[in-house]
């Protein structure tokens, strides 16, 4: 971390060698600090030390003009609860003031700062008598030369005239620590223009306008799949509503299960097992996942930060070799990702940007980059920049093929066009993203991909094309379609999630009973049902959708998400239950036994936890759950040196990441701002490190 002090000159202006070299350091351009003064508009919570009493948590926001920092406080007037940036003498970086010194928190140095300031009435007093006493024209005017020196606290840090104070305040987190820090430090040094000032404007409507908060640097969008923990104010495609909690907000945990063989588990396993039950991935602890994606036989997990991970089979992941723990991908952390999709044996990649990385087996065209190169490192699809103008939201991937939806509802595919896969009415193959003509002008907005068929749906419509051997497409015939077609079934119902396997496909659609006056979520499946995966008490095909009538009564109107898998099917509801239907030869339903099932059955192991997200691969299944303790009886050992427990060797929950450690492994304490935990707790080592611990 780069760490200095930042000193007016004589003149009083900022020394800009330092910004200019912490703005290297962290590669912020202009569009980032836009979106991170849009962010500041928004309240933030930090915590503010005082001269006595124990620090609070305070809402601090910048003003519309980008000339104060506020903040409330009830027992101050609003005049003295701000800050103006023109009188702002100096930012020291760490716990170096009076007030610090008082309260004393090395754990909290690396996100502390401190901003040293001449008040307004001070200032007024300053431009009317000079610091000669010589009048002076203006409070803006003042010679702010004549501040006193060092290192300012409490108001205790005056010069030879007038006394400076100190706003002392410690950032929940590092992103906000550099959101905070870089951003003021491009005020201070008169590095913003007007025109960045008027798009960070523009982005805080926006924000406003979409109830949320932006990601990434300086801000992100992101359309979220059913299989994705919500993003602040994106929209639930779930059906959950409303604003995201606490535990949301700090990402979710993870538990696998079904087939193991190629380490797609993520648990380190070197007997690599396949799991019956749901298994917690440890090392996914603590790390704000906010969304999982499964292939054939590998995963891929996204970050609160827009990292993303990956661990099991190489063909999938493009590793040289499998992982069976995550392992990072290397993605450009300036915009990051926002939301993903794996393929059978490839992966794609939204950005901050609205833009598509893709990477994996490109043997069919399904990466988008003209060839039929594989990629082991994620690479932009170059065709969006030159031929689309709107964003990427959401993308989903098939066996050998990939489909994207632009913010505009416009819809893309590319890959293997076998069996009318693609929607362009033949059979080849696109080896670049190429747009669905029939669909043009319907405003899609959710969008699916099963092994070799897809769906797209409009508000009242739902769209279907592809194969359709087992009647998976639902228009009444099982023959294969080269261009989209209207489900009739679902003519006029409202989809609010969909999904397709290998040679099925289940959707929640919202029924409102006008007589009633309630809106009622069913479900309804179709295609094959060999291994029961429809639930429709037959091993038949079904052509067309059919409601499931065990969701008709009292589940039906809490039914928020499904996810299909090669040949069985998960629902989950809003208050967070998990049922589990079909093929079961690995234990990819989780129910603690290798059956199959053709009726739904609440997965019992997940009946304590709320369930946020989940997503089915070929054969194995993971599931996002809301951060909670993890269970003494889930664990036998540390998880992380993996020695037992005994007697001696006692076991300890991190207050951070609430895994299960042996006392070596969690002997550091810290404070855990974020989750408004002020004084030292117990955190595991890696967590500790994680945090900015020393």
Not at 165 to 187: G, H, I, P
Not at 466 to 471: K, P
Not at 479 to 484: A, E, Y
Not at 600 to 620: M, N, Q, S, Y
Request: include cysteine; proline fraction near 3%.
């Amino acid at each position: 971390r780069l760490v200095f002090s930042l000193l007016t000159d004589r003149g009083g202006g900022l020394e800009r060698r330092h910004f200019d070299r912490m703005k290297k350091a962290n590669n912020w351009s202009d569009e980032d600090i836009a979106r991170g003064l849009a962010n500041m508009r928004q309240e933030t919570a930090m915590l503010k030390i005082g001269n006595s009493g124990k620090p609070r948590f305070r809402n601090f926001r910048l003003d519309p003009s980008f000339q104060y920092i506020t903040w409330a406080s009830k027992s101050k007037d609003p005049n003295d609860s701000r800050v103006a940036l023109r009188l702002v003498k100096e930012i020291k970086f760490g716990q170096h003031t009076d007030k610090f010194r008082k309260s004393r928190r090395p754990d909290l140095e690396p996100r502390s700062f401190s901003v040293i300031y001449l008040s307004e009435a001070a200032a007024a007093a300053l431009a009317y008598t000079g610091s000669s006493g010589a009048a002076a024209t203006s409070a803006g005017s003042a010679d702010l030369s004549s501040f006193g020196g060092g290192g300012g606290g409490g108001g205790s840090s005056g010069g030879a005239q007038l006394n400076t104070d100190t706003l002392d305040l410690v950032c929940t987190t590092e992103k906000e620590f550099q959101q905070w820090t870089t951003c003021l430090l491009a005020l201070f040094g008169n590095k913003v223009s007007d025109a960045v000032k008027k798009r960070a404007g523009k982005l805080y409507d926006e924000l406003v306008a979409s109830g949320g908060s932006g990601g990434g640097k300086g801000g992100g969008h992101a359309r979220t799949h059913s299989t994705a923990f919500r993003r602040p104010g994106a929209p639930d495609k779930g059906g959950d509503g409303g604003q995201p909690d606490q535990h949301e907000l700090q990402g979710a945990d993870v538990y696998s299960f079904g087939r193991g063989n190629w380490g797609q588990h993520g648990t380190n396993d070197p007997e690599l097992r396949n799991l019956v039950q749901p298994t917690i991935v440890d090392a996914l602890l603590g790390h704000g996942v906010q969304q999982v994606s499964l292939g054939w036989s590998h995963s891929t997990v996204l970050l609160d930060t827009g990292a993303v991970l990956q661990y099991g089979n190489r063909v999938g992941t493009g590793m040289r070799d499998d992982f069976m723990k995550p392992r990072n991908v290397e993605i450009d952390q300036k915009d990051g990702a926002v939301f993903i999709s794996s393929g059978s044996f490839h992966n794609l990649a939204v950005t901050g940007k609205g833009d598509v990385l893709s990477w994996g087996v490109g043997l069919n065209g399904e990466l988008g980059h003209g060839d039929t190169n594989d990629q082991p490192t994620p690479k932009l699809i170059t065709w969006f920049d030159l031929n689309c103008r709107a964003m990427i939201v959401e993308v989903a991937c098939g066996e050998h093929g990939s489909i994207a939806l632009s913010d505009t509802g416009e819809v893309f595919t590319w890959g293997c066009g076998e069996s009318g896969f693609l929607g362009h009415n033949d059979t080849e193959n696109r080896y670049e993203p190429t747009p669905v003509r029939d669909l043009k002008g319907e405003e899609i907005q959710k969008i699916a991909c099963g092994s070799s068929h897809m769906f797209a749906c409009s508000m009242h419509e739902t769209y279907a094309w592809g194969n359709n051997s087992c009647g998976q497409l639902g228009l009444g015939h099982d023959k294969d379609q080269l261009r989209p077609h209207v489900v009739d079934a679902l003519r006029g119902k409202e989809v609010v999630d969909i999904d397709a396997g290998a040679a099925h496909s289940l959707c929640v659609v919202s029924m409102h009973k006008k007589k009633l006056g309630i809106t009622q979520n069913l479900l309804y499946a179709w295609g094959s049902n060999v291994c029961g995966q429809l639930s429709l008490s037959d091993k038949k095909n079904h052509l067309k959708p059919a409601p499931v009538v065990q969701f008709q009564n009292q589940q039906a109107a809490m039914l928020v998400g499904v996810a299909c898998g090669d040949m069985f099917s998960l629902v989950r509801t809003s208050e967070g239950d998990v049922f589990a239907c079909g093929a079961n030869g690995y234990g990819q339903l989780g129910l603690g036994d290798l059956m199959d099932r053709a009726d739904w059955v609440e997965v019992p192991a997940l009946k304590e936890k709320i369930v946020r997200g989940f997503a089915c691969g070929g054969e194995h299944t993971a599931v996002l759950t809301a951060r909670q303790w993890v269970a003494d009886e889930e664990v036998k050992g540390c998880m992380s040196c993996k020695n037992p427990f005994t007697l001696i060797n006692r076991r300890h929950h991190c207050r951070n990441c609430y895994g299960i450690f042996c006392n070596s492994c969690s002997s550091k304490r810290m404070a855990l701002l974020h989750l408004n935990i002020t004084d030292p707790v117990r955190v595991c080592n890696a967590c500790y490190s994680k945090l900015g611990g020393r």
